[in-house]
């Protein structure tokens, strides 16, 4: 009997027993499908972060000063700007970045939004546009103005989508004025994306959030092929001023953007092993499934050997049938893993993956089912080809 022949067998065996065999194959659907699945979230997610990260422009560096060390040691905004000045030919715009969450209100409406506390050079370095009203002043950092700008996502939610500018607003519980509305970054506007947020002058967010010193500053390169050089003379300067590298934390976009892949990527293998716990207990399954076959149909193995089949043959015609059940898994898990991905992408917004996007995935979890199916067709395999002829003819 050629290999052809056993494949036909193998498919006719299985579309005679149409419910058992896809009973038998949803372990292995579930399985790969589920691969597919966890593998291109955590792809696309990756992506999106990318495509934010270089929104922003690949020449950011960020600055993060340790002050939980105990030393009292920091650094002033007016210090890291005179460095800045000194090293225009390197270095664009710096900018404090107060980070916090605020409770934002109008009228009977409120959320909870994030609130930056930035100077007027934060929205070039970050590539923002102030598309309505203006942007901050020198006098509105000076003066500590009750002045703000405010995201897509705030407009929509607070205003109804109508012009805020001139509007006033509570941030918590004190009352600012919108001057400016940012430009909508994401098609899907959200909470806690990047249209949610609100900025107001550092120096106002000082005092508002009780921060009296600055831990976090973001600087632009003047051009990406300046952002080592960059990134290393602001090293230098802080390591000038506090002596030891452990109270602070450089880094620039495209050292963070390795540090997600590198991130993603484990999350991404771990996710595929998970997964794959589920291939290993549907080939299990079909092992078991393989040895009721092989018992129902002794007496036909008893026939086939009385007449001359050798063991070879009746070993290749099972394992055959059992690597044929668990490819037939892997091919409708596919088909279900890459449209559930798709599915799931588009209504969370994220990217949809290609087919060659999730080549590796694809590839990787047919293989390995139809690897559990040999592997575990393997036993009842033998089985039926170590049987008797004589005590197979007598089996009823």
Partial sequence: MTFVMSVKMALSSVWSSKIRSFLTM????????????????????????????????????????????????????????????????????CSPAISSRGTVKYGGDNVTSSLYGVSGEYMLIKNREVVSGRNFTET??????????????????????MDPIDQEVKVNNEVFKV??????????VSSG??????????SKAQRLLR???????????????????????VENFLYKKFKNENFYNVMDQAAMMDT??????????????????????????????????????????????????????????????????????????IIVGVA???????????????????AVSIIGSFLFSAAMGVFFGMYPAQKAAKLNPVDALRYD
Avoid at 26 to 45: D, E, F, N, Q
Avoid at 193 to 202: S, T
Avoid at 211 to 233: L, P, R
């Fill in 140 to 161: 509105d950092i000076s003066n500590r103005n009750n002045v703000c700008i405010i995201g897509e996502y705030l407009v929509q939610e607070l205003f109804g989508g």
């Fill in 260 to 333: 997600i892949d590198e991130a993603l990527a484990s999350m991404a293998l771990l996710a595929a092993a998970i997964a794959g716990i589920s291939l290993v207990v549907a080939g299990i399954g079909i092992m078991n499934i393989m040895l009721v076959t092989v018992t129902e149909r002794t007496r036909e193995i008893g026939i086939r050997k009385s007449i001359g089949a050798k063991t070879g043959v009746i070993l290749m015609q099972f394992l055959v049938e059992s690597a044929v059940i668990s490819c037939i898994g892997g091919i409708l898990g």
């Fill in 211 to 233: 921060n009296a010193g600055i831990s976090s500053f973001v600087i632009s390169a003047s051009s990406s092929d300046y952002t080592d050089d960059a990134t290393e003379a």
């Fill in 340 to 358: 559930g991905s798709a599915g799931i992408c588009m209504a969370m917004g994220m990217p949809v993956l290609t087919l060659a996007d999730q």
């Fill in 179 to 188: 001057v400016g509305v940012l430009d909508q970054k994401s098609s899907n």
């Fill in 193 to 202: 994306g990047e249209d949610d947020m609100i900025l107001i002058p550092y």
């Fill in 26 to 93: 949803l372990g292995i659907i579930i399985g790969v499908a589920a691969v597919i699945l966890l593998v291109s979230m955590v792809s696309a997610s990756t992506q999106q972060m990318k495509t934010q990260l270089e929104s922003m422009g690949t020449n950011l560096i960020n600055v993060n000063i340790n002050r939980g060390w105990g030393s009292g040691r920091s650094v002033s905004n007016a210090e890291l700007q005179a460095f800045c000045d000194e090293n225009s030919d390197i270095i664009a715009y």
